[in-house]
């Protein structure tokens, strides 16, 4: 079992910056893909952005690309979504969760563990 606990949400106005941090912990997730999802009141749960275990290949929504990025420190069991430029469309809680196969994919049904979410609001 892994456990995936998001940290880094709040309140920023448009334009600004946030990082989000997820981190894992329970069983070694050696070998993981990561990836970050959101969800808007009255939403379904949309892809952000994911990560293959090296760091080597990651994937974006269109409408967080150029804007967020997705990293990882392995060594930290921690991966991140840095977000700039940020615009009230991105409020949302955000979820971080692990995939066993690592394969970078935007289907939730890809991921076997999920974290509790972290709020994030955007003002205009």
């Known amino acids: 079992q892994v456990q995936l606990v998001e940290s880094g949400g709040g309140l920023v106005q448009a334009g600004g910056s946030l990082r989000l941090s997820c981190a894992a912990s329970?069983?070694?997730?050696?070998?993981?893909?990561m990836g970050w999802f959101r969800q808007a009141p009255g939403k379904e749960r949309e892809f952000v952005a994911a990560i293959s275990w090296s760091g080597g290949n990651t994937y974006y929504a269109d409408s967080v690309k150029g804007r967020f990025t997705i990293s990882r420190v392995n060594t930290k069991n921690t991966v991140y979504l840095q977000m700039n430029s940020l615009k009230p469309e991105d409020t949302a809680v955000y979820y971080c969760a692990a995939s066993r196969l690592n394969r970078v994919r935007a289907g939730p049904d890809e991921y076997d563990y999920w974290g509790q979410g972290t709020q994030v609001t955007v003002s205009s």
């Open positions: 329970g069983r070694t997730f050696s070998g993981y893909a």
